[in-house]
Structure formats: structure tokens, C-alpha cells
């Protein structure tokens, strides 16, 4: 993909996501104590037990709205720490200007799981890339649950010794095949 297409893609992420975070108008000025979250994975574990929209607002949107970060890294010819670094910079800057503004609730962890998300964008971006390398193919499929599978799979054996990535919305099931993260036997 042309440099020049990744930047410009990256640009808008960069600008809707600052949009979406940042121009929320609650009229409410939250305390301070309501608004600011500064223990590891409390709010983590809360969302897990709570399931349902806790989970997905907080916890998977949070992953994939960083994911387009990491894969604009991964396609510019970045690192695995550039992405995470950006991921978490974005991220902690996003959180900050809300502790600021009174307006949203400040938790930190959003930063670890968007910085978790960057780092799995940039991952997916490096394993397609390598499978590439190594002869391997895009394979595209309707399920009979009718949603469309993408499925890149190298030539060769491989070695399975884990689940995959797997992200699902709507009718698209995007899959990142478990031989992708291991190595070539």
C-alpha cells in the first residue's frame, strides 16, 4: 500500500478517534473522585463480571479503535514498540485532556487496552505480511452462518499450539489463523 494512502488513513483515524473522545458534551462536570480510575484493571474486572454492554463499550471498543494505529505502523515499516508506543502516547494524551475537561471519566485502563490494541494491529499487519513472504494466500469464504471469513493461510506446515485472533462484528468474521503466530517448522 502507497505511503502516502497510510498516512492519509492514519490522519483520519487520528481525527475521528480525538473526535469521538474528546467532543463528547455531557453538561455535567463530573467530581473528580466519580471521573478518575487510576488502579489497574479495576474497571477491567468489573466490565468482565458485568459482561453484556460494559464489556463490549469498554474493553472491546477500546481494543479495536487502536487497532487501525498499530496496522498504519505496521505498514509504514514500524515496530512492535513504535506501535505500542504510539498506542499508549495517543491514548494517555486522550485521557489526560478528559481529566481536564471534566467531561468523561479518566481510567487507565483505556491506555492499557488501547496500547493493547495497537500492538494487535500492528501483529495482524506483520503476520499477513509474513505469510505473504512465504508464499502464502488470502482466502475469502461465506460460512454457512453467512458471515464472510477471511483467512490468510501460508504454504507449509506449521506448528498449532494456540486459538488465534479472532474479531467479529456483524457478518464479518475476521480471523488471524494460530499458524500465523508460530513458527515454521
Do not use: C, K
Request: glycine share 8%; charged share 20%.
Amino acid at each position: 500500500m502507497p505511503r502516502s494512502i497510510v498516512v492519509a488513513l492514519l490522519s483520519a483515524h487520528v481525527f475521528v478517534f480525538l473526535a469521538l473522545t474528546l467532543a463528547y458534551s455531557n453538561s455535567r462536570r463530573y467530581p473528580i473522585e466519580e471521573r478518575l480510575s487510576l488502579i489497574p484493571f479495576r474497571s477491567i474486572a468489573r466490565d468482565v463480571s458485568a459482561g453484556g454492554d460494559a464489556l463490549r463499550v469498554n474493553i472491546i471498543e477500546n481494543v479495536v479503535v487502536m487497532l487501525p494505529l498499530g496496522a498504519a505502523i505496521g505498514f509504514l515499516g514500524g515496530r512492535l514498540r513504535r506501535a505500542a508506543t504510539a498506542g499508549f502516547l495517543l491514548s494517555a494524551t486522550v485521557e489526560a485532556l478528559q481529566l481536564w475537561t471534566g467531561r468523561r471519566v479518566t481510567d487507565v485502563d483505556d491506555v492499557v487496552l488501547n496500547t493493547l490494541g495497537a500492538m494487535l494491529g500492528f501483529l495482524a499487519v506483520a503476520a499477513v505480511r509474513r505469510a505473504f513472504r512465504r508464499g502464502g494466500s488470502l482466502l475469502t469464504e461465506r460460512g454457512r452462518d453467512g458471515r464472510l471469513h477471511l483467512a490468510v493461510e501460508p504454504i507449509g506446515q506449521v506448528a498449532v499450539e494456540d486459538v488465534g485472533v479472532v474479531l467479529a462484528r456483524d457478518d464479518l468474521d475476521v480471523r488471524i489463523a494460530p499458524q500465523l503466530l508460530q513458527r515454521r517448522l
